[in-house]
């Protein structure tokens, strides 16, 4: 339905409508087009046609009916094309006649005139219909046009009047006198709105991902999309700038069930056989440093079929590297570099280069976690020596049973709730703590029911080393050191949290606090299943030195492993791995106890592969949803995945996982075993 105004009367017709209520000759008929657009669009000042470059909507030339400028829909009917996009328009174009393509955002009817911005991927601008200016028959239609309906305008670009300039909007200086529109599709009543942040923000997810083409078109979600793109783009140049091949890796592969568990695919072709989906293409990526490719990088599709938590999807994406002849000051160099691009890429900030490096000990020890965030204080303090001969038993008990007391100064939160303090004690009972000791300093007062049993020397120790004052709240562990570490390092980040709703922590959203967590066990043990498992995976190489303690002391071997963490979250881990196919098959099978058989089963093809000349190697993964989410500064991956799952793994826009047909079953040789539902 496309109208002009009568101004335009008698020039020549443009364009036709695509969509509802097509009655396109009559309307093409009816339809003028203003000279002046035909030369905007074709002849106007040099840019009006290329979009801005980092955007590049190049367009096709255009077929052109009788002299004039037109598309074609895929339904074959003739359309009005873009000049620009909605985020182009400034004072400089004034008075030159363009074409505008997008949904309607938001639509004013204000005092005899509509106001209605139209909104592309780019931004919005602000069209303007002024009855005195039209035909009825066009004032009607802009008129009776819902939210998200897709338009064409022609029209020209004017200045805002005086006082009305929206200085949010990139395009606010300018409207658009519209002549000419055309509605290309209509739009019915949304499930929710699109153009509100603040109310889209409350909108409940489930509904969102339901409907994510709509939510996808929420002007923060398209920078989240455009961000991931760039960034991504960003890498690439990078990686190969760096001498690294991009190398695609099967997403069907066997299954290795040693780590997460994975998800199978049914193979018709070998009844009973399976494929499973890679977990990260760790054993592809070391067989490419065998095959000799050296620099290796994907940003790879990985699949563990985990119980999710906030921040896991069962689908997420890596940035995966491998290279060879390297150590790890290599992988450290190179990451900082790749971080300092990205950075300066995505959000135009300088990062400083080399990080910090922290040892897992130190890691816990300080910050009770092996990803800290560096940028909160209350550091924990050790009580151990301290409390050795207390006539508290409590703690005195635990360092008997070679335990150790850790403290923590939750500095101004001595007002801490009943309910507050009952989170944090679930908390250490969740690591098996019989409750949680506190003090509450308030009117110069120390508040607890231990503090009776604390000695002067004991109470003045802990004003010294955690310089308490009015208003603290002091948080107590008492436990083995692993236990006592990540009891209050649980508790600390609960009271940053606390701290930064009473504004009482205000960290700035501009600060990355990168680290590298170096010098990791090599093996970690596994009570349940009384035997040593692999901190980070079985092809993790030991520190040269303490190979020889490999099956004597398992607890002292350290591992040459290292994550990149920033901000508290662990943005990557790799580590340098094994290359003698005689230790690998040792570690394998001496110290995790995997039976000789199921080595062979399992990774035979990979101890072949090392027998025929295997270069020392070692490698990163950077988990690129969670390195975008804190570039868009959004605590959830969710919001910059297109597609994601939810908390239960399922999509809610296509509907699946979902049921399958018993002839697809049969063929896949497969026999269900569950309860039909109702
Ligand atoms: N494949 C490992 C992971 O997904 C990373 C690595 O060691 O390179 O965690």
């Not at 399976?274 to 065998?290: E, G, N």
């Not at 881990?573 to 230790?583: D, E, N, Y």
Request: hydrophobic share 40%; with cysteine.
């Amino acid at each position: 339905m496309a109208v002009t105004g009568p101004r335009e009367k008698g020039t020549a017709p443009l364009a036709a409508s695509v969509g509802v209520n097509l009655r396109s000759s009559a309307i093409f008929n009816s339809m003028t087009l203003p000279r002046g657009l035909a030369r905007g669009a074709r002849g106007g000042a040099p840019g009006n046609f290329a979009f801005e470059k980092s955007i590049s909507f190049r367009q096709h030339p255009l077929p052109s009916v009788q002299g004039i400028l037109v598309g074609r829909s895929a339904a074959g009917n003739i359309f009005m094309k873009r000049t620009h996009h909605c985020n182009e328009l400034r004072p400089a174009h004034v008075g030159q006649k363009v074409v505008l393509s997008g949904w309607v955002h938001s639509r004013r009817d204000l005092g005899g005139l509509i106001f209605i911005d139209v909104r592309d991927r780019e931004g919005r601008t602000q069209t303007v219909y002024d009855p005195s200016l039209l035909s009825n028959e066009l004032f009607e239609q802009a008129a009776s046009l819902r939210s998200e309906c897709v338009i064409s305008i022609g029209g020209t670009v004017r200045q805002r009047p005086e006082g009305t300039v929206n200085a949010k909007i990139a395009t606010g200086e300018v409207e658009i006198a519209v002549d000419t529109l055309e509605i290309l599709n209509l739009a019915e009543v949304l499930p929710f709105p699109v153009d509100d942040p603040e109310v889209s923000a409350k909108v409940n997810e489930e509904l969102r991902l339901e409907h994510r083409y709509l939510d996808l078109r929420r002007p923060e979600m398209a920078r989240n999309l455009k961000l991931r793109s760039k960034v991504a783009t960003a890498i690439r140049v990078f990686m190969e700038g760096e001498g690294f091949l991009e190398v695609e890796t099967p997403t069907l592969f066997k299954s290795t069930p040693e780590g997460a568990r994975e998800f199978l695919v049914p193979s018709r072709v070998h009844p009973g056989s399976f494929y499973a989906l890679p977990q990260s293409p760790q054993q592809f990526k070391q067989i490419l440093m065998v095959a000799g490719v050296e620099r290796y990088f994907q940003i790879a599709r990985c699949y563990r079929d985990e119980d999710l938590r906030a921040d896991r999807q069962p689908e997420f994406t890596q940035v995966d590297i491998e290279m060879s002849f390297i150590d790890r000051e290599d992988i450290y160099a190179l990451i900082e570099g790749l971080a300092k691009t990205v950075w300066k890429i995505a959000l135009n900030m300088e990062i400083p280069t080399p990080f910090r490096r922290i040892s897992f000990e130190e890691a816990l020890n300080r910050y009770g976690i092996d990803k800290p965030d560096t940028r909160i204080g209350m550091e924990l303090c050790d009580f151990t020596e301290e409390f050795r001969a207390s006539s508290f038993k409590v703690f005195s008990g635990a360092i008997t049973n070679g335990g150790v007391v850790k403290a923590i100064n939750a500095k101004g939160l001595a007002g801490a709730t009943q309910g507050q303090i009952e989170t944090m004690t679930e908390y250490a009972k969740s690591f098996g703590a019989k409750g949680l000791a506190f003090i509450k300093v308030e009117n110069g007062e120390w508040k607890s029911p231990i503090v009776k049993f604390f000695s002067e020397a004991e109470k003045a120790a802990l004003t010294a080393k955690l310089q308490i004052v009015e208003g603290d709240l002091i948080l107590f562990a008492a436990d083995q050191w692993l236990n006592a570490c990540e009891i209050l390092g649980k508790i600390r980040l609960y009271c940053a949290e606390v701290l930064k709703g009473q504004g009482k922590l205000i960290i700035d959203d501009k600060r990355f606090d990168f680290l590298w967590v170096v010098e990791f066990p090599l093996l970690s043990f596994d009570k349940e299943q009384n035997r040593w498992y692999s901190s980070h995976h079985p092809f993790t190489a030991p520190v040269a030195e303490d190979v020889g303690l490999l099956t004597t002391e398992p607890r002292k071997v350290r591992g040459q492993h290292y994550d990149v963490v920033v901000n508290g979250v662990e943005l990557g881990g790799g580590s340098i791995r094994i290359h003698q196919p005689k230790l690998q098959k040792m570690i394998f099978e001496q110290v995790l106890q995997i039976p000789a058989e199921m080595v062979k089963a399992r990774f035979g093809y990979m101890l072949n592969a090392f027998r025929y000349g295997c270069p020392p190697h070692g490698g990163i993964a950077l988990g690129f949803d969670r390195l975008i989410a804190i570039l868009c500064g959004t605590p959830s991956i969710r919001d910059v995945i297109a597609f994601p799952k939810t908390a239960k793994g399922t999509d809610l826009m296509t509907d699946s996982p979902a049921p399958v047909e018993p002839k697809q079953l049969r063929d896949l040789h497969l026999e269900l075993k569950v309860a039909k539902k109702e």
